[in-house]
């Protein structure tokens, strides 16, 4: 069975600081990995995604995320947060087609 | 459109009636899920289409939930006889495949059982 682990329930940075969000994963075969983030009072929007090559993926707003097949991990990160990056962010998962899984949620708190 | 539609934004009911959310996905996209989301929790997974068919409806909680889809169009989640547990946003989204394209999500339908 697949399944997504965000070990973090909040995770607090200053701005201009580096930040990292957690995630690992477990799927059988080769995973495809998403990142997405929930401003409030908004939908989901797609940050980056992890398919195949390069382990370290760039996306939107600066994002970027390093697949660890080793570790089966998939970290969002960003080397200068800011504030306007506060918000609730989404690991995903899937194996082959059909249903994509979530994690449960990090909140990234960025204060001035 | 440009984005994913659903409706009603808002729908508050009585315990025991019926309600019916709709999405309008993407123009051509082919696969189409829905979530469900309660308050402070991540996004469950109800059930994905493929076209109009439903390769994967694992994730529906009971016989009272129910979805269709025409075509490669418009998706109908229906939920017959709510309970209050069935208070969340709803969120539907689509992608041009099933395979390795981003999910592109409507702001979703905030049910509230009374």
């Known amino acids: 069975a697949q399944s997504v682990a965000q070990p973090e329930d909040q995770v607090n940075v200053a701005e201009g600081n580096p930040l990292t969000v957690k995630c690992t994963y477990s799927?059988?075969?080769?995973?495809?990995l998403f990142w997405y983030v929930q401003y409030p009072n908004r939908g989901l929007q797609f940050l980056l995604k992890?398919?195949?090559?390069?382990?370290l993926v760039k996306g939107s707003y600066g994002f970027e995320a390093e697949f660890n097949k080793s570790q089966t991990s998939f970290h969002l990160k960003k080397p200068s947060a800011l504030v306007s990056d506060s918000a609730l962010y989404f690991c995903?998962?899937?194996?082959?087609?059909?249903?994509?899984?979530f994690g449960q949620g990090t909140t990234l708190q960025v204060k001035p | 459109g440009a984005g994913v539609s659903q409706s009603p934004s808002n729908k508050v009911t009585e315990k025991g009636k019926d309600v019916e959310l709709r999405c309008d996905p993407i123009?051509?996209?082919?696969?189409l899920y829905w979530y469900r989301q309660r308050l402070g929790q991540g996004l469950e997974f109800l059930i994905y289409?493929?076209?109009?068919?439903?390769?994967?409806k694992s994730g529906l909680p009971s016989d009272r939930f129910s979805a269709e889809r025409t075509g490669e169009s418009v998706s109908t989640l229906t939920i017959q006889r709510t309970q209050q547990e069935d208070s969340a946003v709803y969120l539907c989204?689509?992608?041009?495949?099933?395979?390795?394209?981003?999910?592109?999500f409507g702001n979703g339908t905030r049910l509230t059982v009374t």
């Open positions: 995903a998962v899937r194996r082959g087609t059909g249903k994509l899984i």
């Open positions: 989204a689509s992608s041009q495949d099933s395979l390795n394209s981003p999910l592109h």
């Open positions: 992890y398919i195949t090559g390069d382990n």
């Open positions: 799927v059988s075969g080769n995973p495809y």
């Open positions: 123009s051509g996209h082919t696969a």
């Open positions: 289409f493929q076209g109009n068919s439903a390769p994967d």
